[in-house]
């Protein structure tokens, strides 16, 4: 990845970040209900690019109002965007003032576009041989990188040089305008050249050079050989004007009259009153309480804008018996009590009980020290007295408990000998089920966003980094306060939140009966872990590192020297110098290419090419999966235990970290060799249990069309029988590329996929792909009546629902921009699936979970949740008859009018069990 040199001068596309924010979600509003997401997203970006860089000079550059030297060119120009949003008009002063408050300069000049001021500030500091960073999103300001001036787009965190334009484009810098002016655009409503996209495009100019090049060789085109070559030369000739025009229109202008010189984007000290001032009026508690924490403002000003930043606590260190006793008295009369642990590190397999606290009723909380380094008897509790009068309140499944993450905690307490039941709420699972998306579900951001609170920072008592001290060495005047105050918060929340939830009785039954009882479940599936063969590992990356040595001298012979295939320049010797392989590509700097693109291309007809691609594969793979899985394991149990996460996505499907198991790649031969290495016990193996085709099963019973209902239940392939129906064929007669075509269409509709998108997907014209898709509408009119009924009710609503009543809010619903409105559309008619297939998931391991706790540990554990699919480990001669009860369990897990078909097998590895 190309490197950003030091310091330097950052000049922001302000228009850039302006529209990328407005459209990206959380789309919020203030109490007033005034617009706020903008601002949000904007100054949000704005805060992270100055804390990854601290740069000395920073320009952020807007639009200005009115038209632009383009539009008096060419009157068409831009004249098909729609006006500006209300909604946004009115976040942009705001945005303004806050940048300005912040320290950070700001212009914007009539009569050009913010990319003309960028393209020339960029020039004179290139030119000063001065470092640049651009930061925005537009594909246009590739054309302005050089040695001095790289891109950075801050949503994916891609830094372009000239070597990554090419990578990314296939074309240099140099080329870029020509690139943009010969496909036109659309948005911009620049005309190009009528039936030339991107891969024509790219076709021409990595061909035959520039657009002026193009013109002196129009005789050469047709010899290029990409789709509609033969006639292109006279397209050329046709529409000479429209692409000169278009070309000038796609270049930024570099020489804008700018009265500030590259000195006077100093960044300033940041205002830290008018900033109070201006996140009080958006309501961003987060940074308005990180402000107040060093505000010299006047205490009424600041009482007013903190918004119940202070709360009235009463907080008790525990340090004697008579104290224990007593919290133990209040802990067995109270209906409910917070718990929270304190503990040395966040992986549960690794951390040390430091302490616990406790609260009864708001404002009354109790730490409880337990193994603080520091502490000693009497001054602590002994660990052994404290457990044996505080350890059946926390076995009791009466006992009732709310926490903030319990399966955290449960984990933590079960790996001290310690067990916790009657876990009867948990904040985090509220939130999330109140409203997936409405806030991120963190203790922190949850008492900012209901209780107007600014919790103790972690940081805060344990210092920052490398010098962090881990809780069992925080001295306990920092440490109670900080503890205490989680339990008593997680009340306050609780007692708020749940109300909200009681309101609707269907999110109480989604927190009542999948997302609580899924708490234990996960907590016992993540300690237990699944064994993973560190031998095989390891013996793969021997093997790997060997075929990477025989390639290498494969290589080194072809060429007829050693050199080092990682090495640009040396490849480039050898390939192209010394070889006379063909040139395909230039870097901006004129060297040949050795992209991957380049290299795909040249290996059909060269084997050193090739020889490249698997030394560059075989590398990545070792580096990213044989060498490092190995390191993932617990050196206790040599089992790798991942961390799943039941409130982080929106639809409710769970994800997991650590490693995470989703991604381990099943479509090709390395992830299958990966899986190779998840491995069964001795005497036992393992056993993996899928549903199949469930999204669309899901979409036959919600749609209650009859050609899928009949599909399903006579047994029939789907694909198949879709392919059947939209080519108009017998069953029997459908080929294996008529079965592609429809699968592509069956899981497009499910992710609302569009004509365009499935004939990029398959490779064929649109009106092809949209007489596929109408043809099957017509065959299948549930479908399309579902997908009405949706977008309707989404829309009156605000949100769908999961066959459970599991709800998913979608904001932009009803938004005025017809693209969020569209993107929210589809999320509506794919949520409910995707939703539902979540909520059957957790369902079916809620009721094997049930059902194991009647078998023997030693005979079966449940070890992964991945997608749709159950992972075991199973003592070998139990294996056919677990596998038929779980497979019964897991088609009960839900009542479809279609079979909910469950697919087991089993091997000595994951591998050969999927």
Known sequence: MAQVPENPLILVDGSSYLFRAYHAPPHLTNSKGEATGAIYGVINMLKSLVKQYSPSHMVVIF???????????????????????????????????????????????????????????????SEQKRHVLISTGDKDMAQLVDDHVTLINTMTNTILDPEGVVEKFGIGPELIID???????????????????????????????SIDSLYNNLDKIAELGF????????????????????????????????????????????????????????????????????????????EAVAQAKKIDATYET???????????????????????????????????????????????????????????????????????KLGPILADHNKAKVGQNLKYDKSVLARAGIELNGIRFDTMLESYVLNSVGTRHDMDSLALKYLGHKNISFEEIAGKGKAQLTFNQIELEKAAPYAAEDADITLRLHNTLWPMLEKESDLVKVFNTIELPLVSVLSNIERTGVHIDSQMLAEQSVEIAARLEELEKEAYEIAGEEFNLSSTKQLQGILFEKLGLPVL????????????????????????????????????????????????????????????????????????????????????????????????????????????????????????????????????????????????????????DMRRKAKAVNFGLIYGMSAFGLSRQLDIPRNEAQHYMDTYFERFPGVLEYMERTREDAAEKGYVSTLFGRRLYLPDINARNGARRKAAERAAINAPMQGTAADIIKRAMINVSGWLKTQS??????????????????????????????????????ELDVPLLVEADSGDNWEQAH
């Not at 056919?880 to 497979?887: A, G, L, R, T, W």
Request: glycine share 6%; proline share 5%; with cysteine.
């Open 179 to 209: 690139f943009l002016a010969l496909m036109g655009d659309k948005v911009d409503n620049i005309p190009g050249v009528p039936g030339v996209g991107e891969k024509t495009a790219l076709a021409m100019l990595q061909g035959l050079g």
């Open 63 to 125: 639009d200005a109002k009115g038209p632009t030297f383009r539009n008096e060119m060419y009157s068409e120009y831009k004249a098909n965007r729609p006006p500006m949003p209300d909604d946004l008009r009115t976040q942009i002063e705001p945005i303004h003032n806050i940048i300005r408050a912040m320290g950070l300069p700001l212009i914007s000049i009539p009569g050009v576009e913010a990319d003309d001021v960028i393209g020339t500030l960029a020039k004179q500091a």
């Open 585 to 736: 590509k230039k870097t901006p700097k004129g060297a040949p290419s050795t992209a991957e693109e380049v290299l795909q291309e040249l290996a059909h007809d060269y084997p050193l090419p090739k020889l490249i691609i698997e030394h560059r594969g075989l590398a990545k793979l070792k580096s990213t999966y044989t060498d490092k899985l190995p390191k993932m394991v617990d050196e206790l149990t040599q089992r790798v235990h991942t961390s799943y996460h039941q409130a982080v996505t929106a639809t409710g499907r769970l994800s997991s970290s650590d490693p995470n198991l989703q991604n381990i790649p099943i479509r090709n031969e390395a992830g299958r060799r990966i899986r190779q290495a998840f491995v069964a016990a001795p005497g036992k193996l393992i056993m993996a249990a899928d549903y199949s085709q469930i999204e669309l099963r899901i979409m036959a019973h919600l749609s209650q069309d009859k050609g899928l209902l009949s599909a399903f239940a006579e047994g029939k392939d789907v694909h198949s029988a879709t392919a059947a129906e939209v080519f108009g064929v017998p069953l029997e007669t459908v080929t294996s």
């Open 857 to 894: 540990s030693d005979d079966i554990e449940m070890i992964m949740q991945v997608h749709d699919e159950l992972v075991f480990e199973i003592k070998a001669e139990k294996v056919s008859e677990f596998s038929e009860k779980i497979c019964a369990l897991m088609s009960e897990a839900a």
């Open 318 to 388: 525990i340090l004697t018996e008579a104290q224990l006793d007593s919290w133990i008295s209040k802990l067995e009369k109270a209906e409910l009590f917070a718990f929270d642990t304190e503990t040395t590190s966040l992986d549960y397999m690794q951390a040390d009980l430091v302490g616990m606290s406790f609260a009864v009723t708001e404002g009354e909380a109790a730490y409880l020290p337990l193994k603080h380094d520091y502490l000693g008897a009497p001054v602590q509790l002994d660990f052994d007295l404290v457990f044996n």
């Open 227 to 302: 789709r509609g070559s033969k006639t292109m030369s006279k397209k050329l000739e046709d529409n000479k004007e429209q692409l000169l025009l278009s070309y000038e229109l796609a270049t930024i202008k570099l020489d804008v009259e700018v009265e500030q010189d590259l000195e006077s984007f100093q960044v300033a000290e940041a205002n830290t009153d008018e900033l109070i001032k201006l996140y009080g009026e958006c309501e961003f508690k987060r940074w308005l309480s990180e402000l107040l924490d060093g505000n010299t403002a006047p205490a009424a000003e600041v």
